[in-house]
């Protein structure tokens, strides 16, 4: 098991590594694979290295079917991330480029872990603001530090949340609560936040992966095909009515029903002992 926080640069002697050249860490434990985004100079801010890092990071995870779950974190113990480095994206922005070089690669990146077909699960270390309170909306899933803090800080920068922020956080915790957080940009406590329902769960921070690794290890104890359409159906069924959301519903149940996992499933339920998945 990782050590719950890893050290920041400050914190490291001379021996130990240097942060990776795009910004991300990723190490694998068991079928959880650990994203661990590591620009200590930066607080962790997304780039366009480390935001084209954790795409191909992800995609070499939906490609891996050893990979049944992803905890994505930061390094430290001050931020998850501080949002879009606003540093690296200035330039972009003054060229007239900021749609194709800003916001749809930011927006592009959420949705990918929107959508993705495994679960991600963000282990929110410390400060997550803008950007990365944005990755964290994305997220099916969160485990908090007790002393993380969130924060929609965009408007002080003269500019609304651009990737995805003014959409999922209304649908995740209702519009007033939504608006409150976008037009003030004032940050919240971990308490607050899980009470808003942005994050599942607030530990202690040396027991924060421990927590988010059980979390993983209780999804993965389930068919991957089954966790994949829980996934799907409920992300799609957000943006639909109800009629519509249950015809999706209806379908991810019916794209199951020739997988030798449900009919596991059932038979482990009816002889009164433990599923034994295979994942066909």
Do not use: W
């Not at 690296?88 to 959508?115: D, H, K, S, Y």
């Not at 956080?169 to 940009?185: P, Q, V």
């Not at 999804?219 to 015809?247: D, M, Q, W």
Request: aromatic residues 4%; hydrophobic residues 50%; proline residues 8%.
């Amino acid at each position: 098991m990782p050590r719950a926080l890893p050290p920041q640069a400050g914190d490291m002697d001379t021996t130990a590594p240097s942060p990776p050249a795009d910004g991300l860490h990723r190490a694998r434990h068991g079928a959880t694979a650990l994203l661990t985004m590591d620009r200590p100079s930066r607080l962790n801010a997304l780039d366009p290295s480390l935001i084209a890092a954790l795409h191909a990071a992800l995609d070499a995870i939906e490609a891996d079917p050893g990979v049944r779950a992803v905890i994505l974190t930061g390094a430290g113990h001050r931020a998850f991330s501080a949002g879009a480095d606003i540093h690296a994206f200035a330039p972009i922005i003054a060229r007239g480029e900021a749609m194709q070089g800003f916001v749809r690669p930011g927006q592009a990146l959420t949705a990918r872990i929107e959508a993705f077909p495994k679960p991600v699960i963000c282990a929110v270390n410390g400060l997550a603001y803008g950007g990365g309170c944005e990755v964290l909306e994305a997220a099916p899933l969160a485990v908090a530090a007790a002393h993380a803090t969130f924060a929609k800080p965009e408007i002080k920068l003269g500019f609304p949340p651009p990737f995805g922020g003014t959409q999922r956080l209304a649908r995740l915790i209702g519009r007033k609560r939504a608006l409150a957080m976008i037009l003030s940009g004032a940050p919240i406590a971990a308490d607050e936040a899980l009470a808003l329902g942005l994050v599942n769960r607030v530990v202690a921070p040396d027991a924060l992966l421990d927590a988010a690794m059980a979390m993983a290890a209780g999804i993965i104890a389930h068919a991957p095909a089954a966790v994949a359409a829980s996934l799907a159906a409920v992300t799609r069924g957000l943006n639909l009515s109800i009629a519509e959301g249950l015809a999706v519903e209806a379908a991810a149940f019916g794209s199951l029903l020739h997988t030798a996992d449900l009919r596991e499933g059932i038979a482990a339920f009816r002889e009164r002992r433990p599923p034994q998945f295979s994942g066909r």
